[in-house]
């Protein structure tokens, strides 16, 4: 792989991240090296520990702070540093031996503000040329969609969740 691509998988659908899983798994597989990034979540679902046994390097957020929305004004601007600070560590990563850099949640990252969308697109403008990039989350914005090769969307038709039925670890986490 002499050329790395960007994609981002979006939608208000079941899949995002899975697709980003799936794909670390298989370039794993293939010998690549994969650095996984999250944002907003809490590293507990099944499937890390599992990817860490492939040789997957996993970087977690060390600090939670709960949904966004319900954040005061201090505790936004502590977790746009936090955040900000875990992305350029991300980014520093990726530029030393890595040839697939996933970014769970960023486009929930940069919608919030968190972590600033120009530096997130500075990033992908000046990557190494051999590192593919796998954004996923809700709504991308322009800018992010126009740096793309490729964009998937995943759409909700119907979802157990919408029932009251919650996330059940091993299928939804």
Do not use: N, W
């Amino acid at each position: 792989m002499t050329k790395g691509l960007i994609h981002i998988y979006c939608g208000d659908g079941k899949g995002k991240t899975t697709a980003s899983i799936g794909l670390s798994l298989r370039a794993a597989g293939a010998g690549l090296r994969v650095l996984y990034v999250q944002f907003f979540k809490d590293g507990s679902s099944s499937e890390f520990r599992l990817l860490e046994q492939v040789g997957v390097t996993f970087l977690r957020p060390e600090k939670r702070f709960g949904f966004y929305r319900t954040l005061t004004p201090e505790q936004r601007e502590e977790a746009r540093e936090f955040y900000t600070a875990h992305f350029r560590t991300a980014a520093a990563m990726a530029r030393q031996d890595y040839d697939l850099l996933v970014l769970d949640e960023a486009m929930s990252a940069c919608r919030t503000g968190v972590v600033p969308e120009q530096e997130v697109l500075d990033f992908l403008r000046s990557k190494p040329e051999r590192l593919e990039v796998v954004l996923t989350g809700r709504d991308p914005s322009k800018a992010l969609f126009d740096a793309a090769d490729y964009v998937t969307e995943m759409c909700k038709r119907k979802h157990p969740f919408d029932r009251g039925i919650p996330a059940r670890r091993g299928i939804e986490f």
